[in-house]
């Protein structure tokens, strides 16, 4: 047994998963984990904070490192969410870059190419190319190399997160290059989030889900009150903040109509996600500008 055991030395690192906004990564992730544990909407930017996706096996702990899609930023938020990203790369033992293969490679792809390159320490890159399912086999080979040509160091696997094609192939791939070490959670452990924190990213992506487009970054979500009720699941009240007076109305919606809808797919992956009811109370207050506040920034936890 412990001839075994020291042939297949367990191994445990962390995994940055970068990406420019809307490729897939939170997708990938809890595909990747069995379990959902990241906001994902069809629009981008929808992960503003790094959060752990942390998955246990019988011979290696993957800590998945979420990050914000690098792209332009347009505010304070923006550069704080860049910088985040680069702040993951300097510290991760293996960095999984998820692009869209469906498309070639954009300007923005290119900058996330850049902030590879300015890592001051050898980081092995694994190019997840996701979608592969989307585009047929010329144009997945084409965008393929051009993507390669990009990061030639990097071992490039097509995958499609959401039909979950290669991802055993990719999960492997990961192992196979993270260092040997004894795992730095429990078992049971999936993510460094406590759950108020997941309540509030699956309540913004409701609303990412439901709103026009010129609301939903303007967006920001404040857990008020979380409280267990035994038996009974839990309560949960939440603020729902807004940049502009002429934003509160539609999220509220006529009649009080869109919030209910938001509280509504909130609730149902909140209970999803925690096993248990949960009653949800939100309203909606305006705070202007406040990607551009950085006391706000920081009373949000950016």
């Given at each position: 047994m412990e001839e075994n055991q020291s042939e297949t030395p367990f191994k445990s690192g962390f995994v940055a998963v970068m990406g420019r906004p809307n490729v897939g990564k939170s997708t990938l992730i809890n595909a990747l984990l069995h379990q959902k544990?990241?906001?994902?909407?069809?629009?981008?930017?929808?992960?503003?904070?790094?959060?752990?996706?942390?998955?246990?096996?019988?011979?290696?702990?993957?800590?998945?490192?979420?990050?914000?899609?690098?792209?332009?930023?347009?505010?304070?938020?923006?550069?704080?969410?860049?910088?985040?990203?680069?702040?993951?790369?300097?510290?991760?033992?293996?960095?999984?870059?998820?692009?869209?293969?469906?498309?070639?490679?954009?300007?923005?792809d290119r900058m996330l190419m850049d902030l590879l390159l300015s890592i001051s320490r050898a980081v092995p890159v694994i190019l997840a190319l996701n979608k592969m399912d989307l585009p047929d086999g010329q144009t997945l080979q084409d965008h393929r190399q051009a993507f390669s040509e990009l990061v030639p160091q990097a071992e490039?696997?097509?995958?499609?997160?959401?039909?979950?094609i290669n991802l055993d192939q990719l999960l492997a791939s990961i192992i196979d290059r993270l260092p040997p070490g004894p795992p730095f959670f429990p078992e049971n452990q999936v993510?460094?989030?406590?759950?108020?924190?997941?309540?509030?990213?699956?309540?913004?992506?409701?609303?990412?889900?439901?709103?026009?487009?010129?609301?939903?970054?303007?967006?920001?979500?404040?857990?008020?009150?979380?409280?267990?009720?035994?038996?009974?699941?839990?309560?949960?009240?939440?603020?729902?903040?807004?940049?502009?007076e002429s934003h509160k109305p539609i999220v509220i919606g006529q009649g009080g109509s869109m919030l209910k809808k938001i509280g509504m797919m909130a609730r149902q992956e909140i209970e999803s996600m925690s096993g248990r009811k949960v009653y949800l109370r939100l309203r909606v207050k305006v705070r202007k500008n406040w990607r551009d506040d950085e006391r706000v920034l920081r009373w949000f936890g950016f």
């Open positions: 544990i990241a906001a994902v909407s069809p629009r981008p930017q929808t992960t503003r904070k790094r959060q752990m996706g942390i998955l246990t096996l019988a011979d290696a702990q993957v800590i998945f490192v979420d990050t914000p899609g690098v792209h332009q930023p347009l505010h304070k938020l923006g550069e704080n969410m860049n910088q985040e990203a680069a702040d993951t790369l300097q510290e991760s033992d293996l960095i999984l870059l998820v692009v869209d293969v469906s498309q070639p490679p954009t300007s923005e490039a696997i097509p995958i499609s997160a959401t039909s979950q993510t460094d989030l406590y759950e108020r924190d997941i309540a509030a990213d699956l309540i913004r992506e409701a609303a990412l889900h439901l709103l026009r487009e010129e609301v939903p970054h303007g967006i920001a979500i404040r857990i008020d009150q979380y409280l267990e009720r035994n038996s009974h699941g839990a309560y949960i009240e939440a603020t729902i903040f807004v940049e502009r």
